[in-house]
Structure formats: structure tokens, C-alpha cells
């Protein structure tokens, strides 16, 4: 599956984070991931209190569906992300540095008063073409 970056149209500032500006995608089958929580297998939350910790658990599910659908991080070309906090940005981009390395999907950053669980400090959804 071809994936390409678009960062740098004319007339628009560089990505402010870890993320395109665009993705362009030829493929013939569309993912759409539900919004994923820091939650494991088992249904514990993983790190609670840590915002860094429930981004990366929440991206290793991501990780994991995408895979049992046939495809892999490197095909990711959107992802939505809800915080509670605007001061969860740092952690979550990190933790989104880690994951997607150079070459990150598009994102929206959403902070937003409370998730389906008061624990729960992200979630995140994604949108992934499939080879």
C-alpha cells in the first residue's frame, strides 16, 4: 500500500506536533478503529494517574487491531485523539513520537470534559487503510 505525507502545502505553517498535515493512501479496504482506552486484555487500566502510560496502552491496541486486520502501524493515516486535559499534549505526542517515529498520521487533538471512565485520561480512534 502506497502511503504518502503531506506536510508542507504553500501557505501553511509546519505541523505544531507529532503529526501530518495530510496522508494520501491508494488502498481498497478502509479500518475504522472505535476509540481504544488504556485498558489491557484482562480489562485493568494501565496507568492510572499516568497520561503517558494510557497513550502508550491505548496506541499498543490500536497496534493490535490494525494487525489482526492485516496491516501495521506504518498504514495508520488518521488518528483522533481525546484527552481531559490540554496539559496531557506533551505526554501524548511523546508517547505518539514513540509509536509512529518520522513519519506520523494526521491527528486531531481534542481535550474534552470526561471520558466513559473517570480513570480514563485518553482515548483514542483511528482511521487505517488497508494493503
Do not use: C
Not at 505544531?16 to 481498497?28: E, K, L, N
Not at 492510572?48 to 490500536?62: E, M, P, S, Y
Request: glycine share 10%.
Amino acid at each position: 500500500m502506497k502511503r504518502e505525507i503531506v506536510n508542507q502545502p504553500a501557505g501553511l505553517a509546519k505541523p505544531a506536533g507529532h503529526y501530518s498535515h495530510g496522508v494520501i493512501v491508494d488502498a481498497s479496504r478502509t479500518l475504522y478503529l472505535a476509540g481504544q482506552v488504556p485498558l489491557d486484555e484482562n480489562g485493568n487500566l494501565i496507568g492510572k494517574g499516568d497520561v503517558g502510560a494510557q497513550t502508550r496502552q491505548a496506541l499498543d491496541n490500536i497496534r493490535r487491531v490494525v494487525e489482526e486486520a492485516g496491516g501495521n502501524i506504518a498504514d495508520i493515516a488518521k488518528t483522533t485523539v481525546f484527552v481531559t486535559s490540554l496539559d496531557h499534549r506533551g505526554p501524548v505526542g511523546q508517547a505518539r513520537k514513540e509509536f509512529f517515529g518520522d513519519a506520523p498520521p494526521a491527528n486531531t487533538f481534542l481535550v474534552i470534559s470526561s471520558l466513559a471512565d473517570p480513570d480514563f485520561m485518553v482515548e483514542i480512534e483511528a482511521i487505517v487503510p488497508l494493503p
